[in-house]
């Protein structure tokens, strides 16, 4: 396939979404529009808006006032594709089949996009429910004698006050999201939706639950240490791989970040997860 061809597909491919359509027609009537404008205008979520205007990359862009408008080529490829909209549709129901053959499992169930896609637009109503899993998290925790910092499940010592290591969970819950927000700025100037961030934060920490969960059930109906033991070793590992995956699925959706950009942003969640690790064992805590 020709270079030609290969730019004529991507942008069918941009301009296969509705929003995108609109937001493409509003900067051709108005030659241009500032983030707010748009997000006014177009009535969706903050991450929702940046996805789109990432994913219109060549066609719009911002200038030195900061608001967007559309490039050479977009100007030309509206003009070319405004009397080609059969194609444009042919275009969607192409990528929506091939999406749903190629990217079911790693987008669904690895990184939960309906999910915070759901979260992102009911953000206030969702808030009451992510509350909830962070104190169910803290009060298993404390039940197991398991508190799970990302990567690691680890015993308090026994000067660690019961009322402190139900904390955990929660401060946990709120320092990741705080890393995940100030890394979304500093890295990537992305502002906004921070309560779709903060319960998908909290919904992405599930998983870390399966394991003191198991242990308390176990516990609970008397199963032999031995199970617990094997539980305890090998589910962690898959678990808190889903976590990463999750976390950049609920940064992404929420922040309107690739997912190459996301993973960065999970990166640094991890190592900053290992250097308090490592200060928590320093001072005794664990």
């Not at 609109?22 to 177009?42: C, M």
């Not at 066609?59 to 030309?76: M, N």
């Not at 970040?257 to 996301?262: A, D, S, Y």
Request: glycine share 6%; hydrophobic share 50%.
């Amino acid at each position: 396939m020709s270079n030609r061809d290969n730019s004529i597909t991507r942008v069918y491919s941009a301009l296969s979404n509705p929003i995108r359509r609109q937001i493409v027609d509003i900067l051709k009537t108005k030659q241009k529009a500032g983030f707010k404008e748009l997000h006014d205008a177009l009535r969706i979520s903050v991450g929702a808006l940046y996805h789109h205007l990432e994913a219109l990359e060549g066609l719009v862009t911002q200038g030195p006032d900061k608001k967007y408008l559309l490039t050479d080529q977009g100007r030309s490829a509206v003009e070319t594709l405004s009397v080609s909209e059969e194609k444009i549709a042919a275009g969607t129901i192409r990528t929506a089949t091939e999406e749903t053959r190629l990217a079911f499992i790693s987008k669904e169930i690895l990184f939960g996009r309906s999910l915070f896609h759901y979260l992102n637009q009911e953000s206030l109503r969702s808030f009451p429910l992510a509350v909830l899993i962070v104190i169910f998290g803290g009060w298993v925790s404390s039940e197991t004698n398991l508190e799970p910092l990302l990567l690691f499940y680890l015993n308090p010592t026994a000067g660690v006050s019961p009322t402190w290591f139900i904390l955990l969970f929660p401060l946990g819950w709120l320092a990741t999201f705080s890393v995940c927000e100030i890394l979304s700025i500093v890295a990537f100037r992305r502002k906004g939706g921070e309560l779709s961030l903060l319960n998908g934060t909290a919904f992405a920490m599930l998983p870390l639950l399966v394991v003191p969960g198991i242990s308390f059930l176990a516990q609970l109906f008397s199963t032999s240490i031995r199970v617990q033991t094997y539980l305890i070793i090998l589910l962690p590992i898959v678990l808190q791989a889903w976590v990463v995956c999750l976390l950049s699925g609920a940064i992404s959706i929420s922040k309107g970040l690739r997912m190459e950009k996301t993973a960065i942003i999970s990166l640094g969640v991890i190592y900053l997860n290992i250097l308090v690790l490592v200060a928590a064992l320093q001072l005794g805590i664990f």
